[in-house]
């Protein structure tokens, strides 16, 4: 598997203040996706206080994460996404 990152950083990708009852929905929604993706992870979203911020996934490939962004919020990551490797 690979560590993808999607980011959000322009602000029509940005992440808007969401309360927890807004959370627990839309991880709710991610989590009955990856029951289609056994071994996918979405290890989390990472937001600054302005929106900006960055998604942390384990999967086969940047494709099937697009794929399942897609399928939950109806469009592909807007800023992107990649695949990264550690290396410190």
Same mark, same amino acid.
């Given at each position: 598997?690979?560590?993808?990152?999607?980011?959000?950083?322009?602000?029509?990708?940005? !992440?808007?203040?969401?309360?927890?009852?807004?959370?627990?929905?839309?991880?709710?929604?991610?989590?009955?996706?990856?029951?289609?993706?056994?071994? !996918? !992870?979405?290890?989390?979203?990472?937001?600054?206080?302005?929106?900006?911020?960055?998604?942390?996934?384990?999967?086969?490939?940047?494709?099937?994460?697009?794929?399942?962004?897609?399928?939950?919020?109806?469009?592909?990551?807007?800023?992107?996404?990649?695949?990264?490797?550690?290396?410190?």
């Amino acid at each position: 598997m690979a560590r993808i990152i999607v980011f959000h950083y322009s602000p029509a990708a940005r !992440v808007p203040k969401l309360t927890p009852a807004e959370c627990a929905s839309i991880r709710a929604k991610y989590d009955d996706a990856l029951r289609a993706h056994p071994g !996918v !992870v979405l290890h989390g979203v990472f937001v600054a206080s302005n929106g900006q911020g960055i998604c942390e996934w384990e999967a086969p490939d940047v494709a099937t994460v697009q794929r399942i962004i897609t399928q939950v919020d109806g469009h592909p990551p807007r800023d992107g996404a990649v695949a990264v490797t550690k290396i410190i």
